[in-house]
């Protein structure tokens, strides 16, 4: 909350918010969640998203729009400012209204790979791309050359992966590759990058957007 990167939400309505609010903080009342679409949302589909309330039944509101949009990081601070407050955390006053399009500012990780990186290392013989999609979303097509193991096979399947070559996994929005990642690192291996993006194959080609 007071470091990660992250897209910070208050729930409450406005007057609440100006009384009092977390640090870094955006305000969206719950009441105007109808009027934020799926393209007011980040577009990057593993934004880390926090929400806070003193209502449980605008928490669910939200979780379900997050769940719809298929935004699957989106969480909650439970115990919202009130908690905050007592933990005896700093606290800030005032407006800051949520802007109409919400952005999210991607940090790398460690094991995390750009899209320009990424494409490069398609051609890379020392590169091998992993495809944790499941069989359908294989069918739609597929990189040349990349090992398919879907997801739900990744622990029982670790063997089948090259442990001389960099490995770079990719899924359809990164949620997967990045869950298949932390299922593969338990395993021992080591050599392992996730491409954390949407990646879509359409008539023989593809595209990877954030």
């Known amino acids: ?25 955006l305000n969206l009342p719950a009441a105007k969640l109808d009027q934020y679409k799926e393209q007011n949302w980040p577009s990057f ?12 039944a605008d928490i669910d509101k939200a979780r379900e729009l997050m769940y719809d949009y298929n935004l699957s990081k989106a969480t909650v601070f439970p115990g919202g400012f009130e908690r905050w407050k007592k933990l005896g ?19 790398l990780k460690p094991h995390d ?3 320009t990186d990424f494409k490069k290392m398609l051609d890379d013989p020392t ?3 992993l495809d944790v999609r499941n069989d359908a979303e294989r069918a739609t097509g597929s990189f040349k050359g990349s090992l398919h193991i879907p997801f739900e096979q990744a622990a029982t399947r670790y063997k089948e992966i090259p442990t001389d070559k960099t490995v770079v996994l990719h899924c359809a929005t990164g ?3 990045s869950a298949a990642y932390e299922t593969l690192k338990a395993k ?8 954390n993006a949407n990646v879509k194959f359409k008539d023989g080609a593809y595209t990877i957007t954030e």
Do not use: C
């Not at 589909?45 to 449980?56: E, L, P, R």
């Open 89 to 107: 955390y700093q606290v800030e006053t005032g407006d800051k209204p949520a802007p109409e399009k919400l952005t999210f500012v991607r940090v």
């Open 175 to 177: 949620i997967r590759s």
């Open 113 to 115: 790979v750009s899209i």
């Open 188 to 195: 021992g291996l080591k050599n392992l990058k996730v491409l």
């Open 1 to 25: 909350m007071k470091d990660e990167n992250i897209l910070l939400l208050d729930l409450r309505a406005a007057d609440k918010f100006a009384a009092g609010h977390i640090p870094r903080a």
């Open 127 to 129: 590169v091998v791309i």
């Open 45 to 56: 589909k593993g934004a880390t998203i926090v929400f806070y309330s003193d209502n449980q």
